[in-house]
């Protein structure tokens, strides 16, 4: 459940918690998916088209917004990679209040699957949002945008705030009947610093580095911490199999990549509680 993640809260109906300890990469059914940072992610069910607008989660902001102060927004979201979840739409967003809808931890929906929003949350707005039909179901989507403050909210709710006529399906797999839409999110961000000093100048990606990408035979791995420290490497494909587990003990390391398939592989890199995640791809 989402509460699990610290001051966050449902919105909306049951959003799902995934973290890296138990049930990333596959993400609760969700498909393989890492984090895009840190060791978890929301997963929101918004479709196909739910006349409510579907889960949602939400937060208290750190302090209220200025009046006539800009503030920049950035989160990502991934399409989930299942079957049943055959389509992606657009109009995914945030949107800002004055007061929390957060629904009690210990209150149990029985009566449908998503508890139906209030007028104010279904009407055809949001103060950021995508035009963009998210479908990548490999790589995260930035959704980012800004906007002046006109009231001193208090929350973010990242969700679904449109009704039907203004959303745009789109099919993964035309032939197959399904069309769920359901995502992850990750790395939400609310301030007055622009995107990209915040996003790009100062990205840090942790303290690995593997190399070459793409790699043919062997793919390096460099560690830049004490080499008293314990590390894991786990190796999985792109359904989520795990092909490797190892520990290594030095600052660096090189893992026999020749016997798999060429294609996108997944290292899972676990040091001293922390988890770190790199793409590469194995090549001819």
Known sequence: MIYRATGWNSWNSSPDLANICCNVPDGLGCGYQYPAT??????LNLGPLLLNGGEAIGIELSQPLIIGQKYYVNFKANLCNNPSCNCGLDKLGALFTTYSRAIDSSVIISTCPFSPFDSMFVKNFAHVYSNQIIIDTLNWTTISGSFIADSTYQYVTIGLFFDNSHITLQKVDP????????????????????LTSINEGNRYDGPFKIF????????NISCEISSKEEIRIELYNIIGKQLLSQDIIKQTASIDISMFPDGLYFLNIISHERNFQKKFIKIK
């Open 212 to 219: 070459p990408n793409p790699a043919k035979d062997n793919i």
């Open 38 to 43: 840190g060791g978890s992610y929301a997963i």
């Open 175 to 194: 032939g197959n009947p399904n069309c769920g839409a359901v995502y992850t999110i990750d790395d939400v961000y609310v301030g007055v610093d622009s």
